[in-house]
């Protein structure tokens, strides 16, 4: 049935666009845009299932979804800086706060590959990156995480 | 290992859990209508207030809820005669667009002809389902609630229990689309405008001479397993003090109330456009008529009452709310057990204050030691000696007494 599979597709594909778009954007506009990207995935659904590459696509979609509630001053880096409400960690609150101030394309490889696990490829894949960009955003992300950490 | 490693994935989980949390906001925790993802992408369309940040581009349903693809057609009937006339009366409504059948029950989630149609006759009844663009959201899911209740006259816990409160079958059609008068139970005569609240349906109606003007669903406060108003302790926060002066640090203290929405005949006092951030979190346009107790908009009105004892209704409604009711509108609220707004007594109609928890461990308040037990607390009389400035500023922080059951009259 079309809303069972959906339903997996959702519960899997549709997690990992949606922290994908976190990364970029932050909470409240990621997690729109990824519904966004995934109610377009229910309309064009014969098409999306058999896709290649279905989450890099949804990401796409859920990037020119997100680009109008994103302010230009902030679209260089997308993500909130105020953090406090994420969690009761300072130190987690911290950085989120210096994950802010990463470049957006950055942050995601950190989080997908450092935080979710992913492999360069998968997060390449999903972000439209090559594997050896993944590898440097991610190693001059965490450069830039350690130094911004260590100077706090 | 790097210590930064464990931080990240800490940092992923508060991410991918407050993205969750942010679904969740928004979503109608009613549910039961659809599959679960469906109204996971129909909450793309609700007012998500985000941080501040107003989401409105797409209202009442919006693209997303056109996502469950039904394409359904309206057929023109030829005999308006044999239909039900649910109320006697002259219609309030234009009776010149044509009598139509459903193919199939609507419900949220579809888009179509026939749900213009809906929505037109909801929205000519004055039901508020949002924008008459064809597509069943969440709006129009609380429009047809509020009509099932106010023309059932049943309880809420009759709309809570069914297992298709949302859907729109064709008996339902017919009978919406007869005549119907919705009269006033306390008419104020021309050039008035008033509220009528009925606790029992959770439904509000403002009456602009003496028709309605806005019929809305509302959500008031919790009640207990025995009907009872629901106690609660929190810890919150006062922005402003007793007098409505502006703080400059924010106040904490841990405080329990009971989540009474009394009964009785009120007035509006004062209203609040935009977001007020109350001790018990944000209120949208908040119309206050008794104390603290205020209708006001919140993105989770339910179809059981779940409020600290305010009145809640959605984002949209609580755009045309405030413009409706003029201070000193008189507000009539019918209450759970039944007695009518004028058998309150002045004690009866007095929501619950709030008083420092009893049990807390941070109290800095010389009180909390001489109060008596929560657990023998009644619900009515746990609120005595308000003063008298209470009546023009929301007892956030008037003094409160809270004496022992065994001593209060």
């Known amino acids: ?152 | 290992m790097d210590p930064l490693d464990d931080l990240l994935i800490d940092a992923g989980h508060a991410l991918d859990r407050r993205a969750a949390e942010h679904r969740r906001r928004a979503m109608p925790s009613a549910g039961g209508d659809g599959p679960r993802w469906l109204a996971l992408t129909a909450a793309a369309s609700v007012v998500a207030v985000a941080g501040g940040v107003y989401w409105t581009t797409q209202r009442d349903g919006g693209p997303a809820a056109t996502i469950a693809a039904t394409s359904m057609s309206s057929v023109p009937l030829a005999a308006p005669t044999t239909l039900p006339t649910p109320a006697d009366g002259t219609d309030t409504a234009p009776t010149t667009s044509p009598v139509s059948s459903l193919a199939q029950p609507l419900t949220i989630g579809m888009y179509g002809d026939d749900v213009k149609l809906l929505q037109q006759r909801l929205t000519d009844l004055r039901f508020a389902p949002g924008p008459v663009d064809g597509v069943f959201g969440e709006n129009t899911q609380q429009a047809v609630w509020a009509y099932k209740k106010l023309t059932s006259e049943e309880s809420y816990l009759a709309l809570a229990g069914s297992n298709n409160a949302t859907q729109v079958d064709d008996a339902l059609w017919q009978q919406m689309q007869a005549p119907m008068t919705i009269e006033p139970r306390r008419p104020q005569g021309a050039g008035s405008v008033h509220v009528e609240i009925y606790l029992p349906q959770q439904v509000l109606v403002v009456f602009t001479d003496d028709q309605p003007s806005l019929i809305a669903h509302v959500s008031s406060g919790e009640l207990d397993d025995t009907g009872e108003p629901q106690q609660w302790c929190e810890v919150v926060s006062y922005d402003t003090g007793p007098n409505g002066e502006p703080l400059d640090e924010l106040k904490v203290s841990d405080e329990c109330a009971y989540a009474k929405t009394p009964g009785g005949v009120f007035e509006v006092r004062r209203h609040i456009i935009g977001n007020r951030q109350g001790p018990l979190g944000g209120m949208y346009n908040p119309v206050y008529f008794n104390y603290g107790i205020a209708v006001h908009g919140a993105q989770n009105v339910p179809k059981v009452p779940v409020s600290h004892g305010c009145i809640r209704i959605n984002m949209d409604i609580a755009e045309t709310f405030p413009t409706l009711v003029p201070d000193g509108s008189r507000v009539f609220v019918w209450g759970h057990d039944g007695r009518e707004p004028e058998e309150y007594s002045e004690d009866d109609s007095l929501p619950s204050f709030n008083y420092p928890n009893p049990n807390s461990t941070s109290t800095t308040s010389s009180t909390s030691t001489t109060v008596a037990p929560t657990t023998t607390v009644a619900p009515a009389q746990t609120t005595v000696n308000v003063s008298t400035t209470a009546a023009t500023t929301p007892p956030i922080t008037t003094t409160v007494t809270t004496t022992p059951v065994s001593t209060t009259p």
């Open chain 1, 1 to 152: 049935m079309r809303s069972d599979s959906f339903d997996a597709f959702a519960a899997d594909t549709g997690v990992q666009v949606r922290r994908a778009l976190v990364a970029y954007y932050g909470v409240e506009v990621g997690a729109e845009a990824a519904a966004d990207a995934m109610e377009v995935a229910w309309r064009r659904w014969d098409e999306v299932a058999t896709m290649h590459n279905p989450a890099g696509f949804l990401f796409r979609v859920g990037q020119s979804r997100a680009r109008p509630h994103v302010r230009w001053h902030r679209r260089r880096s997308g993500f909130p800086a105020d953090a406090g409400w994420m969690s009761d960690d300072a130190a987690v609150v911290d950085l989120l706060a210096a994950m802010a101030r990463l470049v957006p394309a950055q942050r995601a490889c950190v989080l997908l590959v450092k935080s979710y696990g992913y492999s360069y490829r998968d997060a390449g894949e999903l972000l439209g990156l090559a594997e050896t960009a993944v590898t440097n955003h991610v190693h001059r992300g965490l450069t830039r995480l350690r130094t911004m950490m260590e100077v706090r």
